[in-house]
């Protein structure tokens, strides 16, 4: 099976977020932090894949292919984000198993 053009469409639309710095505009103030996410993760290329990973874990569609929850995918991919840069962040409600495993 292929993807659908909605998975790709929103999953570039991700990826453009992420890599301009415009993804705490979308999720709000989960990553209301004073620094640069992308200036604290460019050297940690596990960190950046576990993020990617629990977006497309979080993704739902529908039997068409289309993207039901986008922007609760995204919010969680900013959870693990700011986690990662925050020590004294707390995901909740916190990341389930299934939500950071790579197949």
Same mark, same amino acid.
């Given at each position: 099976?292929?993807?659908s053009n909605n998975l790709k469409k929103h999953f570039r639309l991700f990826i453009y977020y +992420?890599?301009?710095?415009?993804? %705490?505009?979308?999720?709000?103030?989960?990553?209301?932090?004073p620094v640069d996410y992308?200036?604290?993760?460019? +050297?940690?290329?596990?960190?950046?894949?576990n993020i990617f990973t629990i977006y497309m874990?979080?993704?739902?569609m529908d039997e068409n292919g289309n993207i039901m929850n986008n922007e609760y $995918?995204?919010?969680?991919? $900013?959870?693990?984000?700011?986690?990662?840069i925050d020590s004294n962040y707390?995901?909740? %409600? %916190?990341?389930?198993e299934w939500e950071v495993e790579v197949s």
């Amino acid at each position: 099976m292929n993807l659908s053009n909605n998975l790709k469409k929103h999953f570039r639309l991700f990826i453009y977020y +992420y890599t301009n710095g415009t993804l %705490p505009f979308l999720v709000g103030d989960i990553l209301n932090i004073p620094v640069d996410y992308r200036e604290e993760l460019m +050297y940690e290329a596990t960190s950046v894949g576990n993020i990617f990973t629990i977006y497309m874990n979080n993704i739902k569609m529908d039997e068409n292919g289309n993207i039901m929850n986008n922007e609760y $995918a995204m919010k969680r991919a $900013a959870q693990q984000i700011r986690q990662c840069i925050d020590s004294n962040y707390k995901v909740e %409600p %916190p990341f389930e198993e299934w939500e950071v495993e790579v197949s």
